[in-house]
């Protein structure tokens, strides 16, 4: 039987479905795209893949969430819009790849519950404390959406532009191979500092390139240095 559900809150998933409706030529300064939306069912959302070039064999792919105070307004709580920026302009330089703009802002938690959040990461609160103060997991986002449209795109082989780790899990285990994880080097400052850690020691982000954040190998390499 269904237990009572609060309908403001993300339901358990569900088995989804992507169907390409509307495509067309988008002319960017990182070159021109095909933007081509798909509809997710039964959520009705509408996910963007942004084409451009030949993308058989293993494409230059980007797995990108939403973040609409990092990717329009540019905020500096996180490096979700130099992310999308790289990804866009890598793709532009070699002519070829595709950018998928999933619609699941926050972490999958929606916007009204990112702000909630970013109010108690203002307390102290780190990014996953605050989702799991406000009910949710650390994230709560489904990338098996992706692999569907990269399907539907013809495409089963990527270099994947990311720092995640699950992402690269997820494609391989929905049919995608990623023959090349490309790191995007994301750069600290002083508001994204504790996002970024946070993302890697708790998320296990790959940063190697910022040798502070790199996450421990086992529960046994002790207390984290940022505290
Ligand atoms: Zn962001």
Same mark, same amino acid.
């Given at each position: 039987m269904n237990s009572p559900q609060d309908s403001s809150r993300p339901q358990a998933p569900v088995p989804q479905q992507v169907s390409l409706v509307a495509e067309a030529r988008v002319p960017t300064?990182? *070159?021109t795209f095909t933007m081509k939306l798909f509809k997710e069912e039964p959520s009705g959302l509408e996910h963007v893949a942004l084409v451009m070039g030949n993308v058989k064999g293993s494409a230059l792919v980007r797995v990108h969430s939403e973040c609409m105070t990092g990717d329009v307004f540019g905020s500096l709580r996180c490096d979700c819009g130099p992310q999308l920026h790289f990804a866009? @302009?890598? &793709?532009g330089k070699q002519g %070829? *790849? &595709?950018?998928?703009?999933?619609r699941q802002e926050g972490r999958g938690i929606g916007l009204i519950n990112k702000l909630k959040a970013y109010a108690l990461q203002d307390e102290g609160l780190d990014t996953v404390e605050a989702n799991l103060r406000l009910g949710f997991p650390a994230d709560l986002r489904n990338f098996e959406v992706a692999a569907q449209m990269l399907s539907q795109l013809g495409v089963d082989s990527v270099r994947l532009m990311t720092n995640n780790p699950r992402k690269v899990a997820t494609l391989e285990k929905h049919g995608v191979k990623v023959v090349e994880r490309v790191p995007v080097r %994301?750069? %600290?400052q002083s508001e994204n500092h504790h996002y970024l850690a946070t993302k890697a020691l708790k998320l296990g982000h790959h940063m190697d390139w910022l040798p502070e954040y790199i996450p421990p190998k086992s529960? @046994? @390499? *002790?207390? %984290?240095?940022l505290g």
């Open positions: 300064e990182h *070159g866009l @302009d890598e &793709i %070829s *790849g &595709i950018v998928l703009y999933l %994301s750069q %600290s529960e @046994d @390499d *002790g207390p %984290s240095k």
